[in-house]
């Protein structure tokens, strides 16, 4: 092994004889140079291999690279590159290819070596690069998607890149995202050739072999593409997606037009097709004929009439398909519109009538989601509607009895509204409701009380809410509880609700770190109820949270009243009950304090 090793030190002596010879790095660099890629060098010559050697070698290397480019431009100095950098990016690469064939399964080792070559110029290394990953990592579609873009973008070569793709279609003949990419591609080319054409004919040059057929130009091998595709992939989602690409081109305007007549013909049953149709309407301008709108209100008048024939498609959509995945398009298009900004009232005014009018017609019909009532009462709360806002609460509570979302908004529209019923509804919604779920409906109540009603009211809530609210859920809201009584009864209160819940487990950190905060803005502040809190909170949370044995400690120092004897045995005592890393992390804080940082 010393022997492979020496001799890969030994070639690398050219090179670092012109580094120093051109004055890029010092005799002692060099020196330095060669004694960490011996080291390197060794690590990966052992019999037990590991990723982490290769990969650091490759990093120390182009770490290298780029100290020597920015040498280069600091003493301008250009020279003997094939010498210097093409014999390190030859390592890197012979490095990266052992790697590679180790361990052939590690993607982003692969794509590392792909990006190393990419940046370093070395592309006609890259075919092979890509042959041999994918011969391993055939099933991977995004690597395939990879190498034909490469082909088509870095190598100008249209054919390798066809000849990918339909490799790639081979092994993934179902795969939508392949086929998007390929109709892409095939787009891509006819348009390269149609600009490669007029710049023939505008220079009035002999084609000679650059003449290809209308048909090529026309983009007919993507129409085959994607008439292929869609005899496999079914669904309007595929269909419009592939339209969309088409819409980028255009010269594409007969296959854009045949592949839109075809989503209306096949996929009429499904949503999105009626949601694509309605929406092309916005994209359609006036008239031939008609003057373009200049004027801010004719504009606003423009984009009105566009809408208007948008939600014509959509109404004859819910009739067609009344669903509720039809008219969550329909509300979803209102909404998108409602919330332009605009500076024409009328505008505003008929689109917040129209978005209304679909709410209520979905509602009439039993056909919306529990997300869309939530959508509507916030926005008749935002126009201050409270009486129907509650309305459409309670018929979605109606609909939704175990949803806590919807008894929430119910609530905030009772509260909102001043309703003397609140208290009576909160009471309704824990019956039809989960208890495990319950949490943000019980904070709510306590929040409403604190501002409403008095402060036993207030305290009997949370006192019912901790019965109720078992498990990981009541570890917030005995933080909340503990807030409230510091906020309405001052330290003694909260010390008397802490007392109240010290054994009602599980707790947080911060359950008993508030204590602590709040003892801190007491005068004076008691250094005998804070070990308490901290003994307490070590109980709970002393075997992983090495902070609050530090916080003891320098408590324990930096308080008055403080026993800085005691930080000795608080140590110990965190190095017997912390465990693994907590440990680990402890003994390294404690080092820094005492060092001073």
Partial sequence: MAEIIQERIEDRIPELEQLERVGLFSRAEIKAIIRKASDLEYKIQRRTLLKEDFINYVQYEINLLELIQRRRARI??????????????????????????????????WLSYIVFCKKWGTKAHLSRIFSAMLAIHSNKPALWIMAAKWEMEDRLSSESARQLFLRALRFHPECPKLYQEYFRMELMHAEKLRKEKQEFEKAAMDMGNFDHPEEILKGELARI??????????GAEFHVSLLSIAQLFDFAKDLQKEIYDDLQALHTDDPLTWDYVARRELEIESQPGEEQPVSKQAKAMEVGRREERCCAVYEEAVKTLPTEAMWKCYINFCLERFSKKTSSIPLRRQRLERTMLAFRKAHELKLLSEVQYKQWIDLLLRQDLFNEALQVAEAGTELFKDSVTMWQMKLQVLIGSKSPDVATHFEEAFAHLKPQVCLPLWISWAEWSESAKSQEDTEAIFKKAILAVTGTSSVTLKEKYLDWAYRSGGYKKARTVFKSLQESRPFSVDFFRKMMQFEKEQEPCRMANLREYYER???EFGSTDSDLWMDYIKEELSHPFGRPENCGQIYWRAMKMLQGQSAEMFVAKHAMHQAGH
Avoid at 226 to 233: F, L
């Fill in 225 to 234: 593409i994607y008439k292929n595709s869609v005899s496999k992939i079914k």
């Fill in 76 to 109: 301008k100095y250009s020279f003997k590159k094939d010498e210097i950098e093409y014999s390190i990016v030859h390592r890197v690469q012979g490095i990266f290819g052992r790697a590679s064939a180790k361990w052939k399964d590690d993607v982003q080792l």
């Fill in 537 to 539: 909170a070590l109980r």
